[in-house]
């Protein structure tokens, strides 16, 4: 199932019981689940009616008890469970439970399980596929698949489109679908009172990401440059780069190291390809998950909880990453 499946089953007001969000795509991922605990919890309380739970430290126990436990003041329960393979040793006991937990859930109780890679031969996975819904979270690729994405975003937004925005958009960010949604939004603001998004909108407004030297920026972090990185990104700054836009790209570069790392591939030509996993190679595991975190604490700065400015805290993140 595709997420824009899901996303017609919901507004159809079918909810199965269990759903596997897998694919490497963070946006499309955390989209699903927005939907889902709209649609589960409704207006009931979530600190009665939601469990996350993650997959590193989570035994099978505990996710008995998460999903035998009856709702309060609401009609269902939304268990979370996020990379249930993490857990190393443990992972195993955990992927045993999952496979018999998700044919014998009651009624009341749904569960999301996230994750970025899966293995579509194990047993817990394909538990998905006989009694709920695994929703692939992969990115578009092509020309004509991000042009549709940005198309189906306008229509999420309430915009409407002139014949090849969607295409100029595309062509102008490339495969980052957190940074189009942004790009996309920065332009309607210029429509602002029309909901009409036109050509001289996005070329007033959205930068030609592929044009910059934002691979350029991502490259020398990910060699270890810190001297290389930081005009880079003095230079995406000047040229009127927003600082959320800059971190969306280097979140997404960062999963695509970890997922390398963890033996998988990425959808990209093969002379990129190899100079990721020479890229992953510097990092062990833990200290790719390390800088996601830091990625997202720098996010929430950005979001108003820090002192400082976005380009201070873009800088301190670079050199952190770069190091």
């Not at 507004?11 to 589960?40: C, F, M, T």
């Not at 790392?261 to 020479?278: D, T």
Request: charged letters at 25%.
């Amino acid at each position: 199932m595709k997420p824009e499946a899901l996303h017609a089953e919901l507004a159809k007001g079918r909810l199965r019981r269990a759903y596997l969000l897998a694919g490497p795509e963070a946006l499309l991922r955390d989209d699903a689940l927005a939907a889902l605990r709209s649609v589960v919890l409704g207006s009931a309380p979530p600190e009665f009616n939601l469990d996350r739970l993650d997959g590193a430290s989570c035994a099978p126990a505990m996710l008995r008890d998460a999903v035998g436990m009856l709702p309060v003041l609401g009609t269902h329960r939304l268990v979370v469970l996020r990379e249930p393979e993490g857990g190393r040793g443990a992972a195993k006991a955990l992927a045993d439970a999952l496979a018999e937990i998700v044919g014998e859930l009651p009624e009341s109780v749904v569960l999301v399980v996230t994750a970025s890679k899966v293995d579509r031969r194990a047993r817990w996975v394909k538990a998905f596929s006989e009694h709920a819904a695994l929703v692939e979270c992969e990115a578009p690729s092509g020309a004509a698949a991000l042009a549709a994405f940005v198309t189906a975003e306008a229509a999420r937004q309430g915009l409407s489109l002139e014949a090849g925005v969607a295409e100029l958009i595309a062509e102008r960010v490339g495969p980052e679908l957190l940074v189009l949604r942004q790009e996309l939004s920065k332009a309607a603001l210029l429509a602002v009172p029309s909901t009409r998004v036109t050509r001289a909108h996005v070329e007033a407004t959205v930068i030609a990401l592929a044009e910059q030297p934002i691979w350029d920026l991502t490259d020398a972090i990910g060699e270890g440059r810190a001297r290389d990185a930081l005009p880079l990104l003095g230079r995406l700054l000047r040229s009127g780069a927003p600082a959320p836009v800059l971190l969306g790209t280097l979140a997404s570069h960062f999963r695509k190291l970890l997922r390398i790392r963890a033996g998988g591939s990425v959808a990209a030509p093969p002379f990129v390809q190899r100079k990721l996993e020479r890229q992953s190679r510097r990092y062990a595991p833990a200290r790719l998950l390390a800088a996601l975190r830091a990625i997202h604490d720098a996010d929430l700065a950005l979001k108003g909880q820090g002192g400082a400015s976005p380009e201070i805290t873009i800088e301190r993140l670079v050199l952190a990453l770069a190091a």
